[in-house]
């Protein structure tokens, strides 16, 4: 398992590496000169103009630019952003980071899990009438035109109906005497979300062992009255209660965009694994399963389902990179100021240390995704440790 | 001779997989909607040529057409909801008019009159089948125009990937070695590129028409995961008796490589190219949805046109202007997915029911 992550990682490396050479000689083959902007932006005063030529060394020949360019990648030095003058590329990512992380993190579990659960239920119940209507219903949301279906839902939800705020990450009147920031807000919302999806993460892998259905299910519907409960203390008392206003107005701004990409991202999962479950259905071992006198939920779930688990899990893979590509869009229709929005505002006011810093930062991130993915992907699958290993 | 008898067995396979497909559902409904698609796409031009179609009125691009429609003039209440209307946004309906913006005007009319005036967006009618947009442009035709654009788009960038991915990919089975191990990274590398974003960044610098997006989305579809795909499969071909006994009998490694890896994966390569086209479309829609291609007009720019004007939130009043490009998009995505998935029942046994 070592050997093969590590083998994993060099290579990743030098992906990574070879990411960042291209990324640099896209920007760089922009007609004319990829800065000609810096020289009409009058917002930049001269010393930053200096900095920018000095930090990208535009008056240095190609390969010394980009030797450079890796260099003050690691360094995280981009120079100014032109349109956000003072601040730099690397601030507004810090900023924006966390909240495309959280959104699309919980999207991404979300999804995943009841993709999985309903391309279950679907092999399962093959050929019934339920089936045929959860099946259009699944390539209608993996087909729909994503930013037209973001918008219905916007105007159903958040105008007609009014649950639900139309797009923006806060409500600016409710913050005008807040003793915090937003993003010390936010980054207190990011913590207890990580800590209590990591208890109920435990709670579920402690019940697994549980024989008996019924009992398991009881013990997680236990153990999740019981995480209610503490995150209810925590949110009464201290300086959690000062919060929690403040963070129910971030929160209460999440479910739509949240709801949204679920409602679109879980159907791939689940037309493939309604796949995968059927071709392991066929297999000789659900027969014997079946043969033995196992409950018909017991050879769902224990047999069959955790072999149609795996392709599962590689397409996993790739749907955390569509899913990052798709921030974009959502970002842009829900108006959440995360990096996609930042990527499309920097490439469409053509402030390239942005668009480039956002773009390198966004492969990054699909790149960890990525690794995370092939280990976890290994660790589940012992014949690929194996074959790597020997 | 044997040509023939060749050709016998072509025909008796096409026919046999004919019969598998028709037999799933879904590959049927998905192939029906693409045929009505590409339908409305071939009927344009024919309706321009044979002159039943004027360019001047129904020119997806600068057609325009003023229709004078009779309009209820009515008295929007001061305080809502009443029996009629609901909300604000409900009065006047597409068929009334406000006697108060009449007289804002200097017009003379009571309630109850009718009121005859060129109206943009037009409802739906007789002569424009799905109403007109704000600047008096045929709906339909703008349609029609979008399905020419998507089936341009995702036929050219589909054969373009598959072709790309076909190669590679039997070539990476069968060379193995170095080969492999670059295509593999290769492969990776264009995997973790954020797709979106990157066609941004094409776009900012690039004026992308049709077919430059066409060979772009292939090229990155090509090079990503069907090599991957496509090369696992070879590899299941490459250690297949036949292959050893064309090599026996003295094959080249070319020839072996083309004639009998490459019509064996052949069908896998044919399944990812109708999956390929519903990437295809999508991407081409959201880019002109949100302005950055360099198009007169596509269901994505419909769409964009009906955002930026305002008409989104204005629910199921000007459905037209709405619901007709989004679900254009959604069907024919749906619809070459739904091939697809037919094709696999075909070319995967596993799957079949029995």
Redesign the interface.
């Known amino acids: 398992m070592l050997t093969y992550t590590i083998k994993r990682f060099f ?1 990743m490396v ?2 990574f590496f ?2 960042l050479v ?1 990324s640099y000689l ?2 760089n ?3 004319g000169n ?1 800065f000609s902007s810096l020289l009409l932006n009058p917002l930049l005063p001269p010393e930053a103009y200096q900095k920018t030529i000095e930090a990208f060394g535009l008056d240095k020949p190609l390969l010394e630019r980009l030797q450079l360019y890796i260099v003050n990648f690691f360094k995280g030095d981009f120079g100014y952003s032109y349109t956000y003058y003072p601040r730099t590329p690397i601030d507004l990512i810090s900023e924006r980071l966390p909240r495309t992380l959280m959104l699309f993190s919980i999207v991404n579990i979300v999804a995943f899990y009841t993709g999985f659960l309903v391309g279950k239920i679907l092999a399962w119940r ?2 019934s009438k339920s089936e045929t209507w959860i ?1 259009i219903g699944s ?2 949301s ?8 973001a ?2 839902m916007l ?1 159903f939800f958040g ?2 109906l009014d649950w639900f705020p139309l797009g923006k990450f806060l409500v600016p009147e409710k913050w005008y005497d807040s003793p915090y920031s937003s993003d010390e807000v936010f980054y207190t919302l990011i913590l207890f979300t990580t800590v209590l999806s990591f208890l109920l993460f435990l709670v579920f892998i402690i019940t697994r062992g549980i024989e008996s259905i019924h009992n398991r299910r009881n013990a997680r519907l236990f153990g999740l009255v019981v995480l209610l409960f503490i995150s209810a203390i925590y949110w009464t008392n201290g300086e959690a209660e000062l919060k929690r206003f403040y963070a129910a107005d971030i929160a209460y701004h999440m479910i739509l965009p949240t709801f949204t990409v679920t409602l679109v991202a879980f159907a791939g999962t689940a037309l493939l694994t309604r ?1 995968t479950m ?2 392991v259905l ?1 297999d000789d071992y659900i027969l014997t399963a079946r043969a033995k006198g196992l409950s018909q939920k017991r050879v769902r779930d224990r047999h069959a389902a955790r072999t149609a688990l795996l392709p599962v899990v590689t397409s996993f ?2 749907t955390i ?1 569509t899913i ?3 921030s ?2 959502t970002e ?1 229709i829900f108006s959440w100021p995360g990096m996609g929005q930042l ?2 505002e920097a ?2 006011q ?1 402030d390239i240390p942005l ?1 480039m810093a ?2 390198s930062f ?2 990054v991130l ?2 960890i995704a ?1 690794f995370i993915a092939d280990i976890s992907y290994a660790f589940l699958d012992p014949r690929i440790r194996i074959k790597s290993e020997s | 001779m044997e040509n023939q008898e060749l050709e016998n067995g072509l025909k008796a396979k096409f026919k046999k997989n004919w019969r598998l497909f028709k037999q799933s559902k ?1 590959g049927m409904t998905g192939l029906t909607i693409v045929i009505f698609f590409g339908f409305l796409a071939i009927l344009q031009p024919l309706l321009f040529l044979t002159n039943i179609w004027d360019e001047g009125t129904y020119h997806p691009v600068v057609g325009y057409d003023s229709e004078q429609i009779s309009r209820t003039v009515v008295e929007c209440p001061d305080e809502y909801p009443t029996e009629k209307y609901n909300t604000k946004e409900d009065c006047p309906r597409v068929d009334e008019v406000n006697i108060r913006y009449l007289k804002a005007f200097g017009i003379d009319a009571e309630v109850g009159d009718s009121y005859l005036s060129n109206v943009q967006p037009a409802p739906p009618s007789s002569r424009h089948l799905l109403g007109t947009d704000s600047l008096g442009r045929d709906i339909f035709s703008q349609l029609m125009e979008g399905s020419q654009v998507a089936f341009l788009l995702g036929l050219i960038s589909a054969i373009i990937g598959v072709g790309i991915s076909t190669l590679l990919g039997t070539a990476a089975a069968f060379y193995g070695g170095k080969l492999d191990t670059y295509l593999m ?1 290769q492969s ?2 264009v ?8 066609l ?6 690039a004026e992308l028409k049709v077919w430059h997006l066409a060979v772009v989305l292939g090229t990155l579809g090509g090079l990503g ?1 069907s090599v991957i795909t496509i090369k696992s499969q070879a590899l299941q071909v490459k250690v297949k008796p036949f292959v050893d006994s064309a090599r026996i009998t003295g094959g080249s490694k070319r020839r072996i490589m083309f004639s009998h890896i490459l019509p064996n994966v052949a069908p896998l390569a044919l399944l990812y190219m109708v999956f390929s086209v ?1 990437g295809a479309i ?1 991407s081409e ?2 880019l002109s ?2 302005g950055l291609l360099n198009i007169d007009m596509s ?1 994505g720019i419909m ?1 964009y046109l009906s ?1 930026t004007e305002g008409f ?2 204005t ?1 199921l009043k000007y459905w037209w202007l ?1 619901i007709p ?2 679900l254009a ?2 069907l024919l ?2 619809g070459f ?2 091939v697809g998935r037919g094709l ?1 029942d075909v070319f995967n046994p ?2 079949r ?1 029995r």
């Open positions: 290579e030098i992906v070879l990411f291209i896209l920007f083959a922009i007609p990829a093959r050929g099946t390539v209608f993996y087909t729909v035109f994503y930013p037209w279906f918008l219905m105007w105008y007609k796949t059927m071709e066929k893979i790739f990179i990052i590509d798709g974009v869009l842009s990527i499309l490439v469409v053509e668009a956002t773009f966004i492969g699909a790149l990525h | 879904l990274r990776d590398l995997l973790m590129l954020p797709s979106l974003p990157f941004f960044i094409i776009s900012a610098f995961g519903t999508a829609s959201v949805f949100l269901w769409i955002q989104i939130f629910g709405i490009a989004g998009v959604t995505a749906g997915y739904l696999d596993r799957l029911r």
